[in-house]
């Protein structure tokens, strides 16, 4: 996964989204400030921070709701501009990172985000291994196949490696936004592979997420979970 980059970058921050490392997500853009930030960041480095908003936001709608300081990272893999001068997104999770430290408001905020390590591991650890073997059984017996979860818009011949693969089902969980912030924010892969294989044997089967998803109306410019 790639690292977090030094440039400031854009905060593209929702009430409903968390967005994990390897994480497919598909928003449209349509608030003007927003619009104008899809079009800076394509003329330079193509990546927006992603961010959960507090509680509350909707008491400034208009203004600059606080975030959570636990973000990651995204790259816009794909662009679509619609007629009404709005966006279509396709951004991929690339890393986690710390977003407290803003540096431009207006028209939108911009941080400089500072890296959120994981702890090390590697792919052929016995842990690491049994672990994703672990989440792919249960998968298989509650019969969800892997292009249904939000890696779907990413092409893989073999199933994912564990980060990747934990981070997509994580993301597909029936869940409040917050409780996965708690799960993004966990150091040790291994241990959440480990609470998402088990929120995943209590939970309903995820449901596939549609391309482009237009959320709710609110103060950031629109997305889904």
């Not at 497919?24 to 104008?36: C, D």
């Not at 991929?92 to 400089?112: C, H, I, M, N, Q």
């Amino acid at each position: 996964m790639s690292s977090v980059p030094l440039l400031p970058v854009p905060v593209f921050p929702l009430p409903n989204v968390v967005l994990f490392p390897f994480g497919v997500l598909p928003l449209h853009v349509f608030e003007v400030r927003y619009r104008t930030m899809v079009r800076d960041v394509l003329s330079s480095h193509r990546r927006i921070a992603m961010a959960l908003l507090e509680p509350g936001w909707d008491r400034d709608y208009r203004g600059t709701p606080p975030f959570h300081p636990l973000g990651c990272v995204a790259r816009i893999e794909r662009v679509e501009w619609l007629v009404n001068d709005c966006y279509d997104l396709v951004v991929v999770g690339e890393a986690r990172a710390r977003l407290d430290r803003v540096v431009k408001t207006y028209p939108y905020r911009t941080v400089r985000p500072e890296p959120a390590p994981q702890l090390p591991f590697t792919h052929d650890d016995p842990l690491v291994q049994i672990e994703r073997r672990a989440l792919l059984e249960v998968l298989s017996l509650r019969g969800v196949s892997l292009s249904s979860l939000h890696g779907c818009l990413v092409t893989e011949s073999e199933p994912p490696e564990l980060e990747a693969l934990v981070n997509r089902v994580a993301m597909s969980l029936e869940m409040p936004p917050v409780e996965k912030l708690a799960l993004l924010a966990m150091d040790d892969i291994v241990q959440r592979a480990n609470r998402v294989r088990q929120l995943l044997a209590g939970a309903r089967q995820p449901e596939p997420l549609p391309p482009a998803a237009e959320g709710p109306p609110g103060p950031e410019g629109g997305g889904r979970n």
